[in-house]
Nanobody, 119 residues
Framework: QVQLVESGGGLVQVGGSLRLSCVAS????????MGWYRQAPGKQREFVAR???????LYADSVKGRFTISRDNAKNTVYLQMSSLKPEDTAVYFC?????????????WGQGTQVTVSS
């Protein structure tokens, strides 16, 4: 089992920045891909970004050029630096991990952290 704890969400104005963090614990040796999904009110959960153990990154088109994902393996932590935030980025952001190099159908989820972008 892997436990994921997110932090760093909050309220920010349009154009502002936030950094999300997610710390993994438990059976971390099994982790390959780490990343983020988000879910806005009334919408389905959607993929945001992932980074795998080889360092390969993938971003949703909606966040390319504005969000940066990174990973500190020594701290078992994945980060999401979000810049130039827009109202449509408002959502609950969920950390996720897989024992595979992709983040399709993640094995584990965090509890989520709220990000609200005000205009």
């Amino acid at each position: 089992q892997v436990q994921l704890v997110e932090s760093g969400g909050g309220l920010v104005q349009v154009g502002g920045s936030l950094r999300l963090s997610c710390v993994a614990s438990g059976s971390i040796f099994s982790i390959n891909a780490m990343g983020w999904y988000r879910q806005a009110p009334g919408k389905q959960r959607e993929f945001v970004a992932r980074i795998n153990s080889g360092g390969s990154r993938l971003y949703a088109d909606s966040v390319k050029g504005r969000f940066t994902i990174s990973r500190d393996n020594a701290k078992n932590t994945v980060y999401l630096q979000m810049s130039s935030l827009k109202p449509e980025d408002t959502a609950v952001y969920f950390c996720a991990t897989n024992n595979r190099p992709t983040l399709i159908n993640p094995d584990y989820w965090g509890q989520g952290t709220q990000v609200t972008v005000s205009s």
